[in-house]
C-alpha cells in the first residue's frame, strides 16, 4: 500500500544556519582567506585572495549586558558596519567593517561608552566565566564578580599586547569547573562534604538522579528515622559539588568551607605543544565578595611572573614546563603543600589529552 500523499509544508523551527548572520565580505571569501594582521591592540585586518579586506575591532563588555547597552552597541554596527557584530565567547564584541576610516571614529564610540578596545593578539583578554549568582543553580560564588575585580586591575594588559603570548583566563562558580581549561583559571574549591538535610531530603529530591549525579559512587541509600534518605561516604567524596544541583537537601556551600583554588597550565590547542589540563598552584582563597583581592593578588603574581620570565610565543604551561615548578613557586611568590600534589587515581592515570583521533 502507496503511503498518503504529503499534502502540507514543512516548517523549519529551528535554529537558522550560522551564513546567514555572516558579513558578505565573510561569505563571498569563506575559507579563502591569505592572511591577517594586528595592524593595533583591539583591531585586525583579514585579507583574502581576491584582495578584499575586512577589518575586526574588537571590545570588551561586562557581559551582563543590559538592554539599552545591546542597543547602543547596535547603533554602532548600524553606523560604521551595515549591522555586522558578534559576541565571542569570552564576551568581547567585535564589529566587523570593510572600510578602513569607520576603524578610528568606532573605536573613539566605543571607548566613550566606557568600553576598552583590546584583546587581541599577545594580551590578555576577557575572562571566559560561568554564570555564577545570576543564573547557575549550584553557585558557590559569583564567576562575573570575580571577573570585574581581576580585569579592574588587567585593564592595561587587555588594551595592551605586552605578553609573550596570549593569556586565556576563565573562572567558575563551582568545582564543576564550566569555565574550562585555560592559562589562569580560578575555581571555587570546597573543603568539607556535603551536609545532608534528611527532613527535607525525601519531599524534595530525586533519589536515584542524587546518587547518579556523583561521579565517585560517594552517594548511597540509606534510611534515616524511619524515612528513605541519602548518606556520604566522606572517605570517597571530593566535594565537587555535583550532587547539590541534583538535590538542594544535600547542601555544600559555605561562606567559609567554599573556598577558592588558582589552576594554571590549560591549553586547548594543538598548536605547538598538545593540549594539557591545568595544576593547582593556589587553594583555600577566602571567598569574600565583592573584591576578592586575595584571589586578584595572586593572578597577577603569576602574570607578573611570566610577562617577566616568558619567551616570544611560549604559553603559561609551555613556559611552566621550561622552567620547572620549583622555579615557578620561587618566581611568582606562591607557597607550595603537598595538597596540590596530583595522586587522584579514580580515573584513568592517561587521558587523550591531544586533538589527534585514536582507535
Known amino acids: 500500500m502507496s503511503s ?39 583591531v585586525l585586518v583579514h585579507v583574502a585572495e581576491s584582495g578584499d579586506s575586512l577589518y575586526t575591532v574588537r571590545a570588551g563588555t561586562p557581559r551582563q549586558d543590559t538592554v539599552d547597552m545591546i ?25 566587523l567593517t570593510p572600510k578602513q576610516e569607520n576603524v578610528e571614529p568606532m573605536i573613539r564610540e566605543l571607548e566613550s561608552m566606557g568600553l576598552p578596545v583590546g584583546g587581541t593578539g599577545m594580551c ?74 534528611h527532613d527535607h531530603l525525601a519531599m524534595i529530591c530525586e533519589l536515584p538522579k542524587a546518587v547518579a549525579r556523583c561521579p565517585v559512587a560517594a552517594i548511597r541509600p540509606t534510611v534515616v528515622n524511619g524515612k528513605r534518605s541519602l548518606m556520604v561516604d566522606e572517605e570517597k567524596c571530593i566535594c565537587c559539588g555535583a550532587c547539590f544541583g541534583a538535590c538542594p537537601a544535600m547542601e555544600i556551600n559555605h561562606p567559609e568551607h567554599s573556598k577558592f583554588a588558582i589552576w594554571v597550565g590549560g591549553k586547548n590547542s594543538n598548536a605547538r605543544s598538545k593540549p594539557s589540563t591545568m595544576s593547582i598552584v593556589a587553594h583555600n582563597l577566602p571567598n569574600n565578595p565583592p573584591r576578592w583581592p586575595e584571589v586578584t593578588d595572586a593572578v597577577g603574581k603569576i602574570l607578573l611572573a611570566y610577562k ?44 587523550n589529552q591531544s586533538a589527534h583521533v585514536r582507535f
Not at 20 to 39: D, T
Not at 71 to 77: E, P, Q
Not at 151 to 169: C, H, I, S, W
Request: proline share 5%.
Open 4 to 42: 498518503p500523499e504529503k499534502k502540507w509544508k514543512t516548517v523549519e523551527s529551528g535554529p537558522h544556519t550560522y551564513e546567514e548572520a555572516l558579513h558578505p565580505v565573510v561569505r563571498k571569501n569563506y575559507g579563502k582567506w591569505k592572511y591577517h594582521e594586528i595592524p593595533k591592540p583591539g
Open 71 to 95: 542597543r547602543r552597541l547596535c547603533d554602532i554596527a548600524d553606523k560604521y558596519c551595515d549591522g555586522y557584530l558578534r559576541f565571542t565567547v569570552r564576551n568581547n564584541v567585535e564589529f
Open 124 to 197: 590578555v583578554s576577557s575572562v571566559s566565566h560561568t554564570q555564577g549568582w545570576l543564573h547557575c543553580d549550584i553557585p558557590a560564588t559569583d564567576a562575573s564578580g570575580v571577573v570585574k575585580s581581576m580585569m579592574d586591575t588587567l585593564y592595561a594588559e587587555f588594551r595592551g599586547m605586552q605578553m609573550p603570548n596570549k593569556v586565556r583566563l576563565s573562572t567558575s562558580c563551582c568545582s564543576i569547573n564550566c569555565g574550562g581549561q585555560a592559562d589562569i583559571a580560578v575555581v571555587v574549591k570546597h573543603t568539607r562534604p556535603p551536609r545532608v538535610n
Open 308 to 351: 617577566e620570565g616568558g619567551r616570544p610565543w611560549e604559553r603559561i604551561g609551555e613556559w611552566i614546563n621550561r622552567i620547572g615548578w620549583k622555579r615557578f613557586f620561587e618566581e611568582t611568590g606562591l607557597t607550595f603543600d603537598e595538597d596540590m600534589i596530583d595522586s587522584y587515581r579514580h580515573a584513568r592515570t592517561t587521558f
